[in-house]
């Protein structure tokens, strides 16, 4: 509720910037300081860091963020060489393959990931594991994230099916990358990793249309199995590679976390200090 008026004034601001200014600073970086502001807001209350919520920085930040990068586009490749192999399209060149573009998509990825993840896997999601444990915070946090994704209605039905299930997956394996690590980078780098391979890919991005190096030429083959304009996040194959990935994480110890200090939070007289974010 405090995010949802911050990310609409900014992404307002944004629109007023110069055009010679607005392709560097994209709306999905105005929405990401709205979902931040929103957090450091929650946490202030808390008498709490920005860092406690894994939004720390560092090295480790760095490493996770590119291990969540090459896992990204390792997990969007596996999709797609899958419905390639069924036969579902082939790739041509672009018309124009200009360099610039996929560094502006990268750039406005980036953007996206930091605001889903800080919006979605932050303080809400960590403090809704301190209220209801981690199993029901996932299954809430994983339904609000599908839910904030447009679902055409001139989609199929089982196009639509397909993909509301492959974005709920898809939130439970970007919460279970906070929960092995701590941190928010490991999900923002997967988040971008898989957006922007499918964006360079020619793919449609959660039904956006978008320019990459490639373009897909589907076949005669169910929308199901292509994805169709929607994007590989409607397709079958997707439900396989995140499950696999569910399933990995599932059983994957972690990274080291680093150590962040957090201030014990009272939750009135009587009750003892409630666990931190850290501690969650």
């Known amino acids: ?20 200014v607005r392709p560097f600073v994209p709306g999905a970086f105005a929405a990401f300081l709205g979902a931040l502001l ?3 807001l929650c946490l202030r209350l808390e008498r709490q860091p920005l860092a406690s919520i894994g939004l720390s920085g560092g090295w480790r930040w760095g490493r996770d963020l590119g291990l969540g990068l090459l896992g990204g586009i390792v997990l969007l490749g596996a999709v797609a060489l899958a419905v390639h192999g069924t036969g579902g399209f082939h790739l ?42 981690t199993r029901w915070a996932q299954v809430v946090l994983s339904v609000i994230f599908c839910l904030a ?5 001139e989609m199929a039905g089982s196009t639509r099916a397909v993909a509301m299930l492959t974005t709920v997956l898809a939130g439970w394996m ?6 092995r690590t701590g941190r928010l980078a490991l999900p923002v780098g997967v988040h971008m990793g898989w957006n922007w391979a499918m964006g360079c890919l020619g793919f449609g991005v959660s ?29 079958v194959g997707s439900i396989v590679v995140l499950g696999a990935a569910v399933v990995a994480l599932t059983l994957w110890k972690g990274l080291p976390q680093a150590e962040v200090p957090v201030l014990p939070v ?3 007289p009587g009750h003892p200090p409630a666990l931190g974010a850290g501690e969650a």
């Not at 509720?1 to 010679?20: E, F, H, K, N, R």
Request: aromatic share 12%; hydrophobic share 45%.
């Open 149 to 153: 994704h447009p679902f055409s209605t």
């Open 1 to 20: 509720m405090l995010a949802a008026p911050l990310v609409v004034g900014l992404a307002m601001l944004q629109q007023q910037l110069p055009a010679t």
């Open 266 to 268: 009272s939750d009135g």
């Open 38 to 40: 929103a957090n450091a």
């Open 207 to 235: 039904g956006n249309e978008s320019k990459g190096w490639w373009t897909p030429v589907f076949h005669d083959r169910a929308e199901w199995l292509t994805g169709g304009s929607y994007g590989l996040e409607a397709s």
């Open 174 to 179: 970007l919460g279970l990358c906070y929960l």
């Open 92 to 133: 041509e060149p672009a018309a124009v393959r200009d360099g610039s573009l996929i560094i502006k998509a990268a750039w406005m990825m980036l953007g996206v990931a930091l605001f889903e993840e800080t919006l979605f896997h932050g303080y809400v999601f960590q403090r809704a594991i301190r209220g209801m444990g």
